[in-house]
Every structure is written in structure tokens, then in C-alpha cells.
């Protein structure tokens, strides 16, 4: 007889169910990826912008809050993770809409795994089985996309916005999402810790500094970089409890 009590991820998606419906919690199938679907797009709009804050996915508004924290370490997946993600379908203006953000993800999470960093993403029907869910976050302006960094929460959020989703932008969806997914990882802006435009949190650089990295902002739309796969291989090497600036690295199993 089991005596385990439910996780924080199955409070979560149970009472959504009761208070909207299983509906609310319905996923989109595994996207394929198809060759025509990556589009090269050579002028951006605008340099991509992305947060890491809270917001709340649209097919559970007025539901829960989420809450995010970090504190003074640097967080990592232990090495060999796999990471699992789902797709919400509601929430989006459309279906289309909500397959198209799955298909995104999923070419997003191809571009990381062939880059073979030591953590692989990987796809699953449900949500309870899922370490995040992409899902869209409503309208923030001129923000696309946001993520999170690793964490020991079972149920965390890429967020797809209102304006990623717009025209001049969706054929780019996908490789907002690797900047995104670096996130995932446990990167931070490239300019994280220029005096200019500093971040609330403390960051460490790690490898090369390199401007043309998919972390920073850049109008070309966000490609990975050999010096980000170097560094993303290299910062999984190190042993767990490394001292970077006298900042610890940690480690979490994907929930
Ligand atoms: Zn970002």
C-alpha cells in the first residue's frame, strides 16, 4: 500500500480539473517535425525579447498562481537528465496555433539534442509526466516567449506570448524557443552582467564571451552558437558543488 502523498504537480492538475474541466488540461499529440516547418529568417522585426517572470498559462487563468524563486547558486540538471515536456492546446486563439507552438518546441528541443550538451529533451503526451509544459501566457507587449531555469519544482512553464505568435514572427517561433530552452538548461542573457543592462540576479560567465550567442539579443533570429554547445558541454562536465566565483553549481533531477 502506498503512503505516498500527492506531488505539488498532481494538487495542481487535479484540482484544475475539477474547477475547469479535464478540458482545460487537454495536450497536443506528438508534433512531427517536418523540414519545411524551419524556416531561415533573415531580418527580424525587432532583437527578440524574453523574461523570466511569472505568468500564468491561459488555459488555467484565474486558476492558480505560479510562483518562481531562485537563489544564490547556479542551477544545473544533473548530467544525463532528461528533461520532459508536453503541450497544452488550450489557451491559444486557435488549434493551429497551439500545434504550431508543440511543433516549435519540438524542433527547438532537436536543435539542443543534437548538440548532445549531456541533458536531452524529450517529449511525453501528458502533462503529469511532463517537467514543463509549453503553453501560451497571454499578451506581454513586445515579449515573446519566457522559461525558467532549472529548479526542484515538478511542474514548471515555457511560455509562448501573444506577440511570438504574431505574423512577423511565428516562422522564427522555433529558434526563439532554443534561446528559450537555454534557459531550460540554465543559461542566462549573454548580457546578464554588462554594467548597461544588468539582470536582478548575480551571473557568472562561463567559457568565451561571444556576442553572436543564442543568449543574447540580436535582430538575426537566436542561433545556437559553437561556442554555446562548448560551454553548455563543458558547464555539464564540471563536477556537481564547483565553486564559480564563489557561487555554487547545483544540481536538480528533472521532476
Ligand atoms: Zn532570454
Given at each position: 500500500?502506498s503512503t505516498e502523498s500527492p506531488s505539488l504537480k498532481e494538487i495542481?492538475?487535479?484540482?484544475?480539473?475539477?474547477?475547469?474541466?479535464?478540458?482545460?488540461?487537454?495536450?497536443?499529440?506528438?508534433?512531427?517535425?517536418?523540414?519545411?516547418?524551419?524556416?531561415?529568417?533573415?531580418?527580424?522585426?525587432?532583437?527578440?525579447?524574453?523574461?523570466?517572470?511569472?505568468?500564468?498559462?491561459?488555459?488555467?487563468?484565474?486558476?492558480?498562481?505560479?510562483?518562481?524563486?531562485?537563489?544564490?547558486?547556479?542551477?544545473?540538471?544533473?548530467?544525463?537528465?532528461?528533461i520532459r515536456w508536453s503541450a497544452w492546446r488550450m489557451g491559444y486563439e486557435s488549434q493551429e496555433d497551439a500545434d504550431f507552438a508543440?511543433?516549435?518546441?519540438?524542433?527547438?528541443?532537436?536543435?539542443?539534442?543534437?548538440?548532445?550538451?549531456?541533458?536531452?529533451?524529450?517529449?511525453?503526451?501528458?502533462?503529469?509526466?511532463?517537467?514543463?509544459?509549453?503553453?501560451?501566457?497571454?499578451?506581454?507587449?513586445?515579449?515573446?516567449?519566457?522559461?525558467?531555469?532549472?529548479?526542484?519544482?515538478?511542474?514548471?512553464?515555457?511560455?509562448?506570448?501573444?506577440?511570438?505568435?504574431?505574423?512577423?514572427?511565428?516562422?522564427?517561433?522555433?529558434?526563439?524557443?532554443?534561446?528559450?530552452?537555454?534557459?531550460?538548461?540554465?543559461?542566462?542573457?549573454?548580457?546578464?552582467?554588462?554594467?548597461?543592462?544588468?539582470?536582478?540576479?548575480?551571473?557568472?560567465?562561463?567559457?568565451?564571451?561571444?556576442?553572436?550567442?543564442?543568449?543574447?539579443?540580436?535582430?538575426?533570429?537566436?542561433?545556437?552558437?559553437?561556442?554555446?554547445?562548448?560551454?553548455?558541454?563543458?558547464?555539464?562536465?564540471?563536477?556537481?558543488?564547483?565553486?564559480?566565483?564563489?557561487?555554487?553549481?547545483?544540481?536538480?533531477?528533472?521532476?
Open positions: 500500500m495542481l492538475l487535479q484540482s484544475t480539473a475539477q474547477e475547469l474541466g479535464t478540458e482545460a488540461l487537454e495536450t497536443v499529440a506528438e508534433p512531427k517535425i517536418v523540414r519545411s516547418a524551419i524556416h531561415a529568417v533573415e531580418d527580424l522585426p525587432s532583437a527578440p525579447v524574453c523574461i523570466t517572470q511569472d505568468s500564468t498559462p491561459q488555459n488555467l487563468a484565474n486558476h492558480h498562481a505560479i510562483m518562481i524563486g531562485r537563489g544564490s547558486s547556479i542551477p544545473r540538471w544533473t548530467p544525463g537528465s532528461v508543440a511543433l516549435h518546441l519540438s524542433i527547438a528541443a532537436n536543435v539542443w539534442n543534437e548538440a548532445e550538451v549531456g541533458v536531452r529533451f524529450e517529449f511525453v503526451p501528458l502533462a503529469k509526466d511532463a517537467n514543463f509544459v509549453v503553453c501560451h501566457g497571454g499578451h506581454k507587449g513586445d515579449i515573446l516567449a519566457s522559461a525558467y531555469f532549472p529548479n526542484k519544482k515538478d511542474l514548471n512553464f515555457v511560455y509562448v506570448y501573444t506577440r511570438g505568435l504574431e505574423l512577423d514572427w511565428k516562422n522564427s517561433l522555433w529558434s526563439v524557443f532554443v534561446h528559450e530552452l537555454g534557459h531550460v538548461l540554465g543559461l542566462r542573457h549573454e548580457f546578464a552582467m554588462d554594467p548597461r543592462r544588468l539582470e536582478r540576479h548575480k551571473a557568472v560567465q562561463f567559457g568565451e564571451a561571444n556576442p553572436l550567442s543564442v543568449m543574447n539579443y540580436r535582430r538575426e533570429p537566436p542561433k545556437l552558437q559553437p561556442s554555446d554547445i562548448a560551454a553548455t558541454r563543458a558547464f555539464y562536465q564540471m563536477p556537481a558543488g564547483t565553486m564559480l566565483e564563489s557561487t555554487p553549481v547545483v544540481d536538480f533531477v528533472p521532476q
